[in-house]
């Protein structure tokens, strides 16, 4: 994924796409997109957890809309003291609409 994050080359500001993605095995995923390219996934959801995917699905079934737009607030370069190799993410501000 990191080379893909580095074509994209994001920036704050830019918006870029979420999309939700439904497996075969019922397993959903979120999927953040600039130019066709991936440049960050959300973790599964899994009960019990407090990751923002879960907290989409549940806003979902209460009535809301995800966004399909999200605009990044930051880029992190995050660099492992073991292996010294740079990851980048993207941080972005999603939306979710009552429907």
């Known amino acids: 994924m990191r080379a893909w994050i580095s ?3 994001p920036v704050a500001g830019d918006i870029i796409a979420i999309e939700k993605q439904l497996y075969d ?3 959903v995923r979120f999927k953040l997109t600039k130019n066709g390219l991936t ?3 959300l973790s599964k959801p899994e009960g019990g957890k407090d990751r923002l995917s879960t907290k989409i699905i549940n806003k979902e079934k209460e009535g809301y809309r995800l966004d ?3 605009e990044i607030e930051y880029v992190v370069v995050r660099r492992d003291p073991i292996t010294k190799i740079s990851n980048s993410q993207v941080l972005c ?3 979710m ?3």
């Open 68 to 70: 399909s737009n999200a």
């Open 93 to 95: 501000n999603i939306t």
């Open 25 to 27: 095995d019922g397993n």
């Open 7 to 9: 074509q994209t080359n």
């Open 97 to 99: 609409n009552r429907n």
């Open 39 to 41: 440049v960050g996934v």
